[in-house]
């Protein structure tokens, strides 16, 4: 399968080649040449496959042959070495529960799909590659964790100083090894500034070979339409009329999901529920598309004022925003909603979400209510740990570190502190 770029200014590409660079030399975001769908029969049968099954015969046509068949199947086995529950909340509202990887977001799947192709890639080349990627909270320490001790691919991570959780902190600061954490005295909108900068600077980019793993990434974009159909194949013999309320940022999860609708999986409808950084919410309003420099909130990791990943969704639906209305709606909620939220599920459901699952509720329900006979499941995107401070002040309770997370939090922080792009450049140079 080859790819090509959004801007359409650059040549098609590889799967590999697409995955080494991110994103193509026109700045354009990388989209797969054609999308066939698999037969009905795959989807009515899919109670009969495993997990893993599926996501090889769902995968297989956007990485083929660059990933053969047998090294794909490795790839998948190893990535997802964990499960994908759904809580039923009631005959309306199921929870996905996207935490059970091990830095507890959801992005552990990518992350590790993507860390894998690249150590595949990798094995015989002799150049180090160098992962450059900011994180606003979760993203660091899936790609720190996917990434650690593979050879050939130094991962350094750009996170905001104060403005991710201290368990967020641990994860991307405290593994050594082939990982280095830099602390920007900024937003995580400084922090990708940079990091974009980096990408056009051909100083930089004639010495190292320089990639990047955020959502833009098609190997750490595409895995992520997996578990909505894990998620489908929980629930089509008990709902037939599904729809997905996905707490978003980047906008990299929820697209790809619409890939898993393209590749047929009967889904009716997608919600983005967005925090005060709402920049979709408001364009599928008024049509006008307006980006902000990003809010801090208590959902951290959705604190995204220009969401990368939205010009694909545009492509996917032909930029046409009446098909694209028919198929996504969009809610946006402050802080306070958010909390009042994680004490609602506590109270009448018994169940702690985190901030952001929280906001994928509102959305669920809000469409919901005027949706009455459908279902919606909303994905949980983190464990409520880690965002403990939150949670805790919100349902008044203590909750219980997981073993995991508690070891973390007695490991030593290592960060470099950075102030500005010449910092990050003299680093990378060194
Ligand atoms: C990254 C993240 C999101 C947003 O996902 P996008 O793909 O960027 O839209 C939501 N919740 C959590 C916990 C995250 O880490």
């Known amino acids: 399968m080859n790819y090509y770029s959004l801007n359409k200014k650059a040549p098609n590409t590889s799967f590999k080649n697409a995955v080494i660079k991110g994103l193509a030399s026109d700045k354009g975001l990388y989209f797969p040449e054609t999308i066939t769908p698999l037969p009905k029969s795959f989807f009515d049968t899919l109670d009969e496959l495993s997990n893993t099954e599926i996501a090889f015969q769902t995968i297989k046509q956007f990485v083929v042959p660059d990933l053969p068949e047998t090294i794909l199947k490795n790839i998948i086995e190893d990535t997802l070495s964990f499960n994908f529950p759904i809580v039923k909340l009631n005959n309306n509202l199921s929870v996905l529960e996207l935490f059970h990887g091990p830095t507890m977001a959801f992005k552990d799947v990518g992350a590790r ?28 320490g899936a790609v720190a964790n996917g990434f650690l001790g593979v050879k050939g691919v130094n ?45 056009l600077d051909n100083e930089l980019t004639n010495k190292i070979q320089l990639t990047s793993a955020n959502s833009i990434n098609v190997a750490r974009w595409l895995p992520q339409l997996f578990y909505f159909i894990f998620a489908y194949k929980q629930m089509y013999k008990i709902h037939k009329d599904i729809v997905f309320s996905v707490p978003s940022g980047n906008f990299g999860n929820v697209c790809a999901g619409m890939i898993a609708q393209q590749l047929g999986l009967p889904i009716k409808h997608f919600i983005a529920a967005n925090n005060k950084n709402n920049v979709v919410t408001r364009y599928l309003k008024t049509g006008n598309y307006e980006p902000n420099s990003a809010i801090p909130t208590i959902s951290n990791a959705m604190d995204v004022g220009n969401p990368s ?5 545009k492509h996917i639906y032909k930029n046409n925003f009446k098909q694209l209305k ?15 939220a994680l004490i609602e599920i506590f109270n009448k459901y018994n169940y702690i979400a985190d901030p952001h699952g929280a906001v994928g509720y509102l959305g669920g329900k809000a469409f919901i209510k005027q949706n009455p006979y459908m279902h ?24 219980n570190l997981p073993s995991n997370i508690e070891a973390l939090m007695t490991k030593k922080k290592e960060a470099l502190n950075i102030s500005n792009y010449k910092d990050l450049k003299s680093f990378l140079l060194n």
């Open 155 to 199: 991962v350094v991570i750009l996170y905001p100083k104060g403005k991710v959780s201290k368990v967020q902190e641990k994860q991307l600061t405290t593994l050594g090894q082939n990982i280095t954490a830099l602390e920007v005295n900024g937003t995580f909108d400084d922090c990708q500034d940079m990091v974009k900068r980096a990408f």
């Open 113 to 140: 799909f993507m860390a894998r192709c690249l150590g595949y890639f990798n094995k015989h080349n002799d150049q180090q590659v160098t992962v450059l990627v900011a994180t606003s909270g979760d993203t660091g």
């Open 326 to 340: 028919e198929n996504l709606s969009s809610y946006s909620y402050t802080d306070e909603e958010t909390k009042l």
């Open 309 to 313: 990943n939205f010009i694909r969704i």
């Open 376 to 399: 919606c499941i909303f994905l949980e995107t983190a464990h409520p740990t880690k965002f403990i401070s939150t949670v805790e002040n919100a349902l008044k309770i203590k909750l």
